[in-house]
């Protein structure tokens, strides 16, 4: 099964192939919680998060999505200087 930005049901675009592919998981009780993604593509990851706290057949709350969001966020690569003057100006 290829994976997509979509959820199951719903045809998505797969993910970009790129040098770095981060790859995130919960294990709870008897369910996985995996998501793959690229540098640059952590609020699609996000967003996925977001879908599975709102799905009732699934068994991931808010505080699954804050403790994933926040390796995200603690694994986000660092800004280069170049991008960050470009978004100074």
Not at 11 to 20: I, Y
Not at 37 to 51: F, I, N, P, T, V
């Amino acid at each position: 099964m290829a994976w997509s930005r979509n959820p199951p049901g719903k045809p998505g675009k797969p993910l970009r192939r790129s040098e770095k592919t981060n790859i995130l998981a919960l294990v709870k009780s008897d369910h996985r919680y995996l998501i793959f993604y690229d540098d640059g593509s952590e609020a699609d990851a996000l967003c996925q998060l977001g879908r599975w706290m709102e799905d009732d057949r699934l068994n991931f709350g808010e505080a699954d999505a804050r403790v994933m969001a926040a390796t995200i966020h603690v694994n986000r690569p660092p800004e280069s200087d170049e991008e960050g003057r470009n978004r100074e100006s």
